[in-house]
């Protein structure tokens, strides 16, 4: 089975630090993504990588930025957290980079509180 | 324009019934896949079932079915023989396109209650 784990289940930050989320897969993948999920709203994708070093923004990217030096890791960075990010993160990975059947392959999400 | 549209905010089904749960979408490339996900109020995203624009048959996965009217750019799911277990969130995601592209579009989501 796919696992996908991210770093931190809860997580309480304050206005202005710099955050970091951490993902990481373990099949080999070659797509991660970064969404936010908050009540109404459904999943917004904040950034996707198909590749090492590779990342493409998505919907709403304002105010975070992305990591892939390796791989299996992706990690999303909150540059100077304020109160507006306060959600719930969800990472995803997926298989091949054409066209395919394939889904995406969820963590456990980190609910992040910016106080 | 939404991609993806669930009209149905909150869904109740009585135990062991049938429940259908709507989704339409919007987009103009032949090539598309469909996904439903499952929410449960743990937080984890678990892939249900798979429709690919170009499939003839609708899809089935075990008492999940997707009724997909290509024409009305409609992807219901539907549950049958509801569990308590089946209370959830339950998206429904869309994948435009072959090659380059990987975004998926989901929408706002369903909250289901299988009431005993």
């Known amino acids: 089975d796919v696992k996908v784990t991210q770093s931190s289940r809860y997580l309480v930050k304050r206005t202005g630090e710099k955050v970091f989320l951490e993902c990481v897969q373990d099949m080999d993948h070659e797509n991660m993504f970064w969404y936010r999920q908050d009540p109404g709203l459904g999943l917004r994708l904040i950034y996707f990588s198909y590749d090492v070093k590779m990342k493409e923004k998505g919907d709403i990217p304002e105010g975070y930025s992305v990591s892939r030096e390796k791989k299996e890791r992706f990690s999303l960075i909150l540059e100077s957290a304020s109160t507006n990010q306060t959600s719930m993160y969800l990472c995803?990975?997926?298989?091949?980079?054409?066209?395919?059947?394939?889904?995406?392959?969820f963590g456990d999400g980190t609910r992040l509180s910016i106080l | 324009a939404q991609k993806i549209t669930q009209t149905q905010p909150g869904m109740f089904v009585q135990e062991k019934e049938a429940v259908t749960l709507d989704c339409t979408y919007d987009t103009s490339d032949p090539s598309y896949g469909l996904f439903w996900y499952k929410q449960p109020s743990s937080g984890e995203m678990i892939f249900l079932i798979y429709q690919g624009s170009y499939d003839q048959q609708n899809a089935t996965e075990g008492r999940y079915s997707l009724n997909f009217q290509k024409a009305r750019k409609s992807a219901n799911l539907v549950i049958s023989a509801s569990q308590l277990g089946d209370s959830a969130m339950y998206f429904c995601a869309m994948r435009e396109g072959r090659g380059g592209g990987n975004q998926f579009y989901f929408g706002t989501g369903t909250s289901l209650t299988v009431i005993p």
């Open positions: 995803a990975s997926r298989r091949g980079r054409e066209w395919s059947n394939q889904p995406q392959h």
